[in-house]
């Protein structure tokens, strides 16, 4: 099931097959129409996650095991009709996710889309301000995600019901329902509600010949997909010349963990590209301040464009002490995928302390809150270059970035979008890669609906598989770090967390494997709650 997806493929199958085949959408199921109001009756929300950490996809400095998950919601309407949104996460981390989204339901569920995006600002002020869950953030770190989630989900069900896809439907509306959608409390220091409408009006000028060339040539992208940290130099080379074949020009290397490795690496991939190919570096918040001056400019012999994360992201003062020290090797400070909100972003723009701004679809609270620093960084002339990669991000990102192109910013200097060639064969309408260039999306949406098998994949690797997986996967990290053997115990208890250490038991695992080898492999099973009840009881006793 989990086929990363290759080089100018489109979520691992080849293009003409996923054509031919393309899965029934909601959409499709029923008869829409625009002027319904659609009402939420419900929310569901499923844990999905993805073995990637067994072969170190998607490894960094900080992030050595990554095993790429969401929390994948789905709104039902009562006209059929649904909207379906995530959060990218990371493995264990899913579950707090799920209790902050089903936290969230109260606030949405019974909300006709009609009522919400006929006041969205309002809506979002709802979701991120009520007076006791904003103690948890406000608008930042696990309720933020989750807020991200539901309204991505709401995004969606806005453009299916206008059958639209976003780039488009964004920009064909009013400017001034667009910044209808954007709260701007704490940023009219530098933003304007006024000021925004006016940049939005003076973009529709060549909107036209924009939306043409986009649908034509493509967003230009960048990959990051030959070079995680935990790849071998072998792999590194295989990559990046399947890569260069595939027509990539731009590329990202992970770097932090050792200076000498990095060197090495870096160096190797630059001979690879040429000196004409573009090349970042992405320390993932590895480094204190001195220390990332010194150890990226040992590494500015390879010419990098920019150093993401260099230092934790909530330094905003520390980026820019970075920024201006690496200024003269020609080197910038890019960063974004964990700033919190659009309060920081401005921070960071006030204090030039980055030069790329990296929007997240799903760090920042949806649509709504990445307008706000769209307009902002073009405000302060400063291109953005989206994070993407994850789960589903490349699906949700390529419509705020054509949305920039085409709406806001008309340029394309220095401006790319991450690209990461996994996972996206989980999706009903996954991006389209051509000649390294996001392709607008076609179908209605936000691109972020998921099969239903995938939906349901960690359900299928629970326990038995998911067990297996983990402690494989520890066993091999802790060999590689330490040189010693940990036992199976310990392996199962780092893989599983405390509450389930019962499975230690090995009579318990037996009746366990017997259960789920059931639940996989018999359908209705995985329906049985009372069934699931009674052997979780069981095994809990023996
Ligand atoms: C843990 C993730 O893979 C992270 O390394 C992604 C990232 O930083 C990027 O894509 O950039």
Not at 161 to 172: F, T, V
Not at 336 to 349: A, I
Not at 494 to 504: M, V
Request: with cysteine; proline share 4%; hydrophobic share 40%.
């Amino acid at each position: 099931m989990f086929k990363p997806a290759r080089h100018g493929e489109v979520g691992g199958v080849s293009l003409q097959r996923s054509q031919q085949q393309k899965p029934l959408r909601s959409h499709d199921r029923f008869n829409l129409c625009a002027e319904m109001s659609h009402k939420i009756v419900n929310l569901r929300v499923r844990d999905v996650r993805f073995p990637t950490s067994l072969e170190q996809h998607g490894s960094d400095a900080m992030h050595t095991d990554p095993d790429y998950s969401a929390a994948y919601v789905v709104l039902d309407t009562d006209s059929g009709l649904k909207g379906f949104g995530l959060t990218f996460t990371l493995g264990k981390g899913t579950e707090i996710v799920l209790c902050a989204v089903k936290a969230l339901a109260g606030l949405v569920i019974g909300k006709s889309l009609q009522e919400i995006v006929s006041n969205f600002r309002g809506f979002y002020r709802l979701l991120t301000s009520d007076g006791q869950m904003r103690w948890l953030g406000p608008e930042k770190g696990v309720i933020h995600l989750a807020t991200a989630a539901v309204l991505n989900a709401v995004w969606d069900l806005w453009a299916r019901a206008e059958g639209k896809y976003h780039a488009m439907y964004l920009s064909i509306q009013d400017p001034k329902q667009i910044v209808s959608c954007i709260d701007f409390r704490y940023i009219t220091d530098v933003l304007t509600e006024e000021e925004a409408l006016d940049i939005l009006v003076k973009a529709q000028e060549g909107k036209k010949q924009r939306e043409d060339q986009m649908l034509k040539e493509g967003y230009p992208a960048y990959t990051t997909s030959c070079a995680w940290l935990g790849y071998s130099d072998q792999q590194l080379k295989q990559l990046c010349s399947d890569a260069l074949k595939s027509g990539w020009t731009r590329f990202k290397v992970k770097v932090g963990a050792d200076l000498e490795d990095d060197i090495r690496r870096c160096r190797l991939i630059r001979k690879m590209i040429g000196p004409s190919s573009t090349l970042m570096i992405d320390a993932n918040q590895r480094w204190d301040v001195a220390e990332a001056i010194s150890w990226v400019s040992r590494l500015a012999e390879v010419k990098p464009l920019w150093i993401e994360e260099p230092t934790s992201p909530d330094d905003i003062l520390g980026h820019a002490a970075i920024s201006k020290a690496l200024a003269p090797l020609g080197i910038g400070v890019a960063t974004g995928e964990q700033c919190h909100n659009r309060v920081m972003f401005k921070q960071f723009l006030q204090a030039s302390a980055l030069q790329f701004v990296q929007i997240d679809s799903c760090r920042l609270g949806s649509v709504n809150e990445n307008l706000a620093v769209l307009l902002m960084a073009y405000k302060f002339q400063v291109p953005v270059c989206p994070h993407a990669g994850g789960v589903g991000l490349c699906e949700l990102v390529q419509h705020l970035i054509l949305f920039d192109y085409i709406c806001v910013s008309a340029d394309l200097r220095n401006r790319m979008c991450e690209y990461v060639d996994h996972l996206h064969e989980h999706f009903t309408s996954p991006v389209v890669i051509q000649d390294a260039h996001y392709m607008p999306p076609k179908d209605p949406g936000y691109s972020c609906e998921m099969l239903e098998e995938s939906g349901l994949y960690f359900k299928h690797f629970t326990f038995v598989q998911y067990k297996h997986w983990r402690g494989k996967n520890i066993l091999k990290l802790s060999h590689k770090r330490t040189g010693l053997k940990m036992s199976k115990e310990k392996v199962f208890q780092k893989a599983w967390g405390t509450e389930i250490n019962f499975l230690q038991s090995s009579f318990s695992v037996t009746v366990n494997r017997i259960f789920f080898f059931l639940l996989i492999k018999v359908p209705s099973f995985s329906e049985s709650f009372d069934f699931f009840l009674i052997l979780f009881g069981l095994s809990f006793i023996m």
